[in-house]
T-cell receptor
Framework: GQNIDQPTEMTATEGAIVQINCTYQ??????LFWYQQHAGEAPTFLSY??LDGLEEKGRFSSFLSRSKGYSYLLLKELQMKDSASYLC??????????WGAGTKLIIKP | GAVVSQHPSRVICKSGTSVKIECRSL??????MFWYRQFPKQSLMLMAT?????????EQGVEKDKFLINHASLTLSTLTVTSAHPEDSSFYIC?????????????FGPGTRLTVL
């Protein structure tokens, strides 16, 4: 079956760095997404990786290793507003988005 | 980035009535639009996939006669919840897929919170 695993919850300190991991097993692969979702709101797009390597966008970076079925989202210089759920999702061979359950990130002062 | 809008953002209706939710891609043409449902503290559940000008493809367990989807143009898709009941109360989110050039991704609308009394 298709499966995406990510930690349920993580806690970090304001100003620090946190890495949220995601592993996947899907039927085919056409890219991996990271979305941020604040409580009560729709997800917002953070990143899309289809080739191996690290992509950096400001404070957020996303890494992909297709051979390992692994990705991570790296958040630097954490701010209180970064408290949210972070969803990992994979486009399978049919371009269907397969979702992880999300990682709730709690930022403490 | 690309913008997807949804209307209404919030709706309260009586049991047995029908509710229409619109999803628009504002600055791009969407080859495919998706409708999701999200229960509290749960991940998104795909309900159906729609391509402009063709019938929607529904996921297993989703009643196509209850959740009517019309993809009238490359920028507009509608979801109609027919004869709504309290168990249909949920957060409905649409997304639109854009392709071409360097962009190939899926953007989400802000969601519609439906409450059925």
């Amino acid at each position: 079956g298709q499966n995406i695993d990510q930690p349920t919850e993580m806690t970090a300190t304001e100003g620090a760095i946190v890495q949220i991991n995601c592993t996947y097993q899907t039927s085919g692969f056409n890219g991996l997404f990271w979305y941020q979702q604040h409580a009560g709101e729709a997800p917002t797009f953070l990143s899309y990786n289809v080739l191996d390597g690290l992509e950096e966008k400001g404070r957020f970076s996303s890494f992909l290793s297709r051979s390992k079925g692994y990705s991570y989202l790296l958040l630097k210089e954490l701010q209180m507003k970064d408290s949210a759920s972070y969803l990992c999702a994979v486009w399978d061979s049919n371009y269907q988005l397969i979702w992880g359950a999300g990682t709730k990130l709690i930022i403490k002062p | 980035g690309a913008v997807v809008s949804q209307h209404p953002s919030r709706v309260i209706c009586k049991s047995g009535t029908s509710v229409k939710i619109e999803c628009r891609s504002l600055d791009f043409q969407a080859t495919t639009m998706f409708w999701y449902r999200q229960f509290p503290k749960q991940s998104l559940m795909l309900m159906a996939t729609s391509n402009e000008g063709s019938k929607a493809t529904y996921e297993q367990g989703v009643e196509k006669d209850k959740f009517l989807i019309n993809h009238a143009s490359l920028t507009l898709s509608t979801l109609t919840v027919t004869s709504a009941h309290p168990e249909d109360s949920s957060f409905y989110i649409c997304s639109a897929r854009t392709t071409g050039g360097d962009t190939d991704t899926q953007y989400f609308g802000p969601g519609t919170r439906l409450t059925v009394l």
